[in-house]
């Protein structure tokens, strides 16, 4: 569709925008105006829309001429012709790869919204609002690119340096190599002009172009639009939304009962052994374990003493509290070779008082 030709672009009104009550604003554009560039940003808003899908789908480059059929006609339209058309300047600097980098050194403290140098390669909000404005207008209506316009780039800020230094440019043949690039297959350059091309075939002698339309009031820098522009950003806090810090996802709430900054105490799990037997040193003056059974102790006397010391050694760990201090905890495992032992006796005793 046409309107994919012009969804981007920023015409001017200025008229209206002349008589705007903000002094950077309206110097902005007077330095557009005495740059040359007010009959091509400037121009009767009437778009051919069929006549554009035509022009695009069968323009060519021949001999530096733009060579297309539109409704079944041919259309030429040459530099020299395209320049006259919109009054554009052909004197100067006829590339913009061209400007003077003293000039873009100038450019980059003027247009500061601190004073200091903008960045070449950040954004935009680093300049003041009316040449943020002007950055859209050279992006979207000059030079026609997709991608981020909030971005700048030395393309960009050189068109830029034209206008705010008063550098001399031969616009005419700028413009027109630009749109030579957007009837030449495989360049990257988006396609767009459609206001100015309408204007072109209109003026084209006995030529049948159709319904037209109007262009749409939104994209026409008036009064009314620029102050929009203005209260939308200064509502953004003088930042656009591409710049706007991101909000951060709040940290998750811990769910633990134990604060995070309570050092937690660890309690040593006791590892109690039915047959845990005494350390030597502690055992020294003692009477040997292994006289609690004798070798002619009947078989059944040997296993009931065996359970009861089974049924004495488990009970500690199962009743034990689980929540026990560690010192307590610590105390017990020392002594429990010494309890174990005394257990031990008192049962071999109390088998042999029953033997007896």
């Not at 943020?132 to 068109?159: H, P, Q, W």
């Not at 957007?182 to 988006?190: C, D, E, H, I, Y």
């Not at 006995?206 to 026409?220: D, Q, T, V, W, Y």
């Not at 040193?281 to 009861?308: G, I, N, Y």
Request: with cysteine.
């Amino acid at each position: 569709m046409a309107s994919s030709f012009y969804s981007n672009t920023q015409h001017i009104d200025f008229a209206s925008v002349l008589a705007m009550n903000h002094p950077g604003m309206v110097s902005m554009f007077q330095a557009l105006i005495a740059s040359g560039l007010e009959g091509f940003l400037g121009c009767t808003t009437v778009v051919y829309e069929a006549a554009l899908v035509d022009f695009f789908e069968n323009a060519s480059v021949r001999d530096g001429v733009i060579i297309s059929t539109v409704a079944g006609q041919l259309v030429e339209i040459s530099e020299e012709w395209f320049a006259e058309m919109f009054e554009l300047p052909v004197d100067g600097l006829a590339d913009v790869s061209e400007m003077p980098k003293d000039k873009i050194f100038d450019a980059r403290s003027i247009v500061s919204m601190t004073g200091e140098p903008v960045i070449l390669s950040g954004l935009k909000s680093q300049m003041k609002i009316h040449y943020r404005l002007l950055c859209d207008i050279m992006a979207k209506s000059i030079y026609v690119k997709t991608g981020s316009f909030n971005a700048l780039t030395v393309e960009k800020f050189s068109l830029m340096t034209a206008v705010v230094c008063n550098v001399k440019m031969n616009w005419g043949r700028v413009l027109f190599g630009i749109l030579k690039k957007m009837v030449t297959s495989g360049t990257k350059q988006a396609k767009g002009f459609a206001i100015q091309i309408s204007l072109l075939l209109a003026n084209v002698p006995n030529f049948e172009l159709g319904e037209s339309s109007e262009f749409p009031s939104s994209k026409i820098l008036t009064e009314k639009t620029v102050h929009r522009y203005i209260a939308v950003i200064d509502k953004s806090g003088a930042q656009d939304d591409d710049v706007a810090p991101k909000a951060t996802k709040a940290p998750k709430k811990r769910t633990a009962d134990v604060p995070a900054d309570v050092p937690v105490e660890a309690v040593p799990i006791q590892m109690i052994e039915g047959s845990t037997a005494p350390a030597a040193d502690d055992t020294a003056d003692q009477p040997a374990a292994v006289d609690a059974f004798p070798a002619d102790r009947p078989a059944e006397e040997v296993e009931s003493v065996e359970r009861v010391d089974e049924k004495l050694a488990a009970e500690p760990a199962v009743h034990a509290p689980v929540e026990e201090p560690a010192v307590e905890a610590s105390w017990r495992s020392c002594y429990t070779p010494f309890i174990m032992f005394d257990l031990l006796e008192i049962a071999g005793w109390i088998v042999s008082v029953l033997v007896w």
